[in-house]
């Protein structure tokens, strides 16, 4: 069942995604060679926690840190801890955190260093994607159309799209209904309506699009061992444009 949300609730979850965009800004500011990503979790950890807010990936399911930190080939929930970044590596960092109950998410994937140009041509594609996507986010369109025009996109560039892992609904609650792939025809899945509030993130690799989870049964590593980027926002659905909630 999809929950529409109500202005408040929306006012909410924009305080929420406020508190995930400067997060982000100030691991933006931290990532360079040489730090690890503990170090990156516990100034994640604190910015929330000082902001009023929880970190939503702490505990969830068992995970054991506040953010996700996944390393070149790591596709996504990467679990921080003492490895330390070098030169031309890249990294996704995934960020929840509620709020009076709600729940803001959002991740970006850096270069660390000097970067070559694939892995930034990477980046790059994978965070537009998502803007390709978002034309379609609005009243009378269908979950699909969002997820055609993101595969669509990567495509022409020669990357794949991750089929494993999708966007979400969001809310009370981190996942909710609909499930948002970033694959597949257009014209499918129930029809966009104000106050649907969803995170889209595109997850993009360089070669295959097949994965696998690791011994630790979290880390997501793409199955040709090349580079992978996550991109996600959490946006509402207007009467209008749509306005995405993960920004300062």
Known sequence: MIYLKSRQEIEIM???GRIVAETHELLKEAIKPGITTKELDEIAEAHIISRGATPA????????ASICASVNHEVVHGIPGLKRLEDGD???IDIGAFYQGYCGDAAKTHGVGNLSEKPQKLIDVTRHSFYEGIQFAKE??????????????VESYGFSVVRNYVGHGIGSKMHEEPQIPNY???????????????????MIN??????????????VVTLDGEYSAHYEHTIAITDGEPE???II
């Open 244 to 246: 995405i909630l993960t």
């Open 57 to 64: 990936f702490k505990g969830y399911g068992g995970f054991p």
């Open 206 to 219: 360089i070669g295959t699009y097949e994965v696998k989870v690791l011994s630790d049964d979290w880390t």
């Open 14 to 16: 924009r305080e929420a």
């Open 140 to 153: 009378g369109y269908r979950l699909s159309d969002i997820s055609h025009a993101i595969q669509s996109y």
């Open 90 to 92: 890249i990294i996704s």
């Open 184 to 202: 597949g025809p257009p014209g499918k899945g129930p029809r966009l309506q104000a106050g649907m509030v969803l995170a889209i993130e595109p």
